[in-house]
């Protein structure tokens, strides 16, 4: 862990540096590139022998049937089912809140202008495989799918190596409402879902995590295809907040979740308290000593920050720089804090608010920009599946409210025919009040 | 133009294709990246001698003075100051509408989840040069900039030879509440704002339109930078629907307007009705006689298309399929149709709602999504300025509430550190209780 107290200003641009791990970028996009040429050529044949090669995984058919989602529920504990459910509630009642009423204003006489947010006919969502089976995403993307009203929701997940996938995942899925599910994974995944195959639909978005070949695939898609994405990617981060009155074992537990992400995963303490700092420390280590996978989570520890300033307006303002993708503010006066935000994914006000509330459960979305990227994205939310359609209607009254300034602007920017269009409906109605 | 009469649904896909022109991208992404390696060494001096280069332009300064903005008002008419008025309070009235109320719902109990809509600190806006000085497209970004409450709005736009920029441009600018404005264009100046220079500040967003070095920067921006875009270009296109109750001389004029863009934008007819499509024929070629830049217009009407289906019922299939950047619906039934809308950009309604209406002053927004992305993409609206940041807040009773859902979760997706992240702040609650 690296300990900065008061770090003169020159320093903090530094100090807000993530350190992404360098990947072998050019050779990720060569692989992807290959995939999604062989997956435009050959289809759902291509996708089956990238999942025979990378998985070992031999299905009959990349479509997951009825009568495997229905065995999973069978598979998993009535415990997890039950979380599931509570989960997919909580993330629902926030979600459906969202929804936009119809936006109508008469600009002026004669001229309606209104907006709506209709649903993206169909998505897809990407849920990594592998050890820990990422149900809460599913819940996280699914859920508000289908409070948009997306006609399809389609969902690629890798199968193990004997054919199936995770129950838990084919539970969340169900619960969410996802329509149809593909046992497939990696570039290939993406590629069948932005391209289409024979049995995949073509899908409009693209949402969900991954590692660096569905994230670059992911990229392909935006740009071969115009397909849209989520957000852009980055290791998950989070900065804590804390004031005198914070307790350092919360704080710690929240840097150790978050160590937890993986290795390149950052926490960061801003804190005006000496005092909370060290106790946070010797808190870590305390905590760390009885956890799992120490060695990942110690290696995380090592880029992460414990920064020392001399206000909490200091803390604000280096905050608002960093755009953490989870913000947790540990202080007395929390409420107050939070409504100077202006960049973050996700805010957890106050001591009780820790981020595996919203990892989870509390209704908020968990897929959120990181990387500073939260000075300009949102998070996933109920628009993520929408798109915002707006509507004019002209009466023969909007049409000579509008007229003359239309005209002037038309022809002032060289747009004679522009022009014509408003005129000739001008004269049309001139015409039929003279007869 | 083409005609086609009933085709086959087999052939609806070819119909709904756009035929862009295939440009020299290889070329032009090798320009774009050396344009953005010498903006990224050598700042101000790299825009300047880019500038002096393509232009010719030579300036003191890259910034417009107060003193340049101020004349430019006394440089044009005041017919045309007030047109851009007008327009800019339509546009002000709609775009205000759309500001978002917080949402807040109580997911269990003590568990606030909240959701506010907050300005992007830092935008930019490209303004095109050229012959046709685009102030239109200024209001259009500008506006809604100001309305969100993003504190710097950034605006590049190419001087002329002389070094001047046009004066409406400039006159737009100050009305829209534009607060920063550089003389400078294509791909350097993409550059300089997502990268930021001495003098030019980094923006986390760029917006506008621009020729295909402009375009291929915007891509770089985001790929290297993370720079979020407005969304991905293509040219501009307009699909009118028409029954046999609507004026050819309307639907001629509206073809004609849209052809005016340029030789690579399209217009598509779809109708039920043979004698409207036949008589919308005629019209286009009696009008187009008495515009100007009739030849490129030529070129455009080559790939525009007029079609009539079996249905009103078919012709709105067609035309979601399609996902129109501007759809003008020019039937007796139009506010019913409008319903049926599930992708498109902006939709005119009814014969006396011209797209030129949207282009420049209804309140609407014209930067639109072309080439099929209205599928998944919105236009420009005051979302585009904004981010939507979530929040929680958790008290002890919410503790209670969730911590069994979430430690279950956490547990079963191997996220240890997740679930005692929880655990420490129930237990602590335990402990308080006790005392």
Redesign the interface.
Known sequence: MEIHILPERGLWPGLSRRDAVAEAHEETARIVAEVFDNVATYGDKAVREYEKKFTGAVRESLRVAEDEIYEAAGM?TA??KE??E??A??IA??HG??K?HR???E??PG?V?S?RQ????TVGLYVPGG??????TILMLGVPARIAGCRRVVMATPADATGKVHP?ILYAAQIAGVTDIYAMGGAQAIAAMALGTESVPRV??IFGPGNRFVMEAK?LA??RR???LDM?AGPSEVMVIADKTA?A??IA??F??Q??HGPDSQSILLTDSREVLDATVNEIER?LSS???REM?QKSLEHSRLIQLGSMAEVMEFANAYAPEHLIINTAD??AL?GE?????????????????????????HTLPT?????????V?L?SF???????????E??ES?A???M???K???????????E??KE?LKKSALC
């Open positions: 998993i415990e997890l979380s599931i509570k989960a509630a909580n009642a926030f809140a969202q936009m936006v109508e204003v600009t002026v001229v202008c907006q209709v649903p993206i006919d050890n820990s089976p990422l149900f809460s838990a409009y978005k990229q935006c740009y115009g397909t849209a852009p307790s074992e919360f537990a929240d150790l979740s160590a937890e905590q956890l799992p996978r989570m929390a409420e939070a935000v202006r960049s973050a994914g996700s805010v957890f006000i106050g001591q009780w608010s820790t981020e595996s509330a919203g990892d989870y459960a509390s209704g908020t979305n990387s500073g990227y939260a000075t300009a994205y949102s998070g939310n628009d929408c798109k915002k359609i707006t509507y004019q209607r002209l009466t023969p909007g049409v509008l003359p300034t239309v002037v602007m038309a002032a920017e060289g747009l004679e025919a522009h022009s014509r269009a408003m000739v409906r049309a």
